[in-house]
């Protein structure tokens, strides 16, 4: 009796153990909800930890029934998670993360996103300004913590991150316009010429049978 019983305290004791060992995996979760509770934004980082929407919402609506009295930063424990969270206006911002974590990283992850939001929504930190830049907001989660790792705690590197993501998708979506533009030249199988710039662009389409090729040429010189 005695010999099976101690494998599975010595395996018991060395769990506990390493679930107190440091992991880089420090979020558990982020979400921001309104001054009535409903979510705006969350990203659960552990996908065991509440896998259901039911189970998140019912684990948001118990953090905000017992902090959204707080007028200032706060640390609570929650459902055995450790949260800090930040008040503004008409908002909440929340960190989760396991009950061994350190309070100071998780509010250094806090403080980062609000301030960087801050800058985002030019201080204008409430529900409808929020709300009109969910893309932008997005962004700067996503360069903070990257599942559940934190990339980030300087909202100066944060913002200039964004920005140049944000430079990006810009230049994609001016790449996608040309690209629609050339297909439905080449669509409609004509010769036509547009002024775009300062300069004159001619987009020539040839068909041979069922083969059709297209070229655009500008001032005589071939560039596509």
């Known amino acids: 009796m005695t010999a099976q019983t101690c494998p599975r305290q010595h395996q018991r004791t060395t769990m506990e153990i390493a ?15 309104d001054n009535d509770g409903n979510r705006l934004l969350s ?3 552990d996908t065991e930890l509440y896998p259901s929407m039911k189970e998140q919402k019912n684990f948001e609506k118990n953090v905000f029934n017992k902090t959204h009295k707080a007028d200032t930063d706060e640390i609570a424990f929650v459902e055995g998670m450790t949260i800090v969270y930040k008040c503004s206006i ?3 911002f929340y960190v989760v993360g396991s009950a061994q974590e350190n309070e100071l990283m998780l509010m250094a992850v806090l403080n980062c996103l609000f301030e960087s939001l801050g800058q985002i929504l030019r201080k204008n930190v409430e529900r409808r300004c929020l709300l009109d830049n969910m893309d932008g907001v997005f ?3 996503d360069e ?3 599942g559940g790792v934190i990339l980030e705690s300087d909202p100066q590197q944060v913002i200039q991150k964004v920005n140049y993501r944000v430079r990006q998708l810009q230049s994609l979506t001016v790449s996608t316009v040309w690209m629609n533009t050339w297909i439905l030249i080449w669509g409609q199988y004509l010769k036509t010429q547009m002024t775009i710039g300062n300069g004159d662009f001619y987009f020539q389409t040839n068909r041979r ?8 040429v500008e001032s005589d010189n071939l560039y596509v």
Do not use: H, M, Q, R
């Not at 049978?209 to 655009?216: H, K, L, Y």
């Open 19 to 33: 679930s107190l060992e440091p992991s880089l995996y420090t979020v558990k979760a982020v979400f921001i909800l």
């Open 90 to 92: 008409d908002l909440f």
């Open 144 to 146: 903070i913590i990257d």
């Open 139 to 141: 962004l700067v989660v």
């Open 43 to 45: 990203k659960y980082y």
């Open 209 to 216: 049978g069922d083969c059709v090729s297209w070229i655009v």
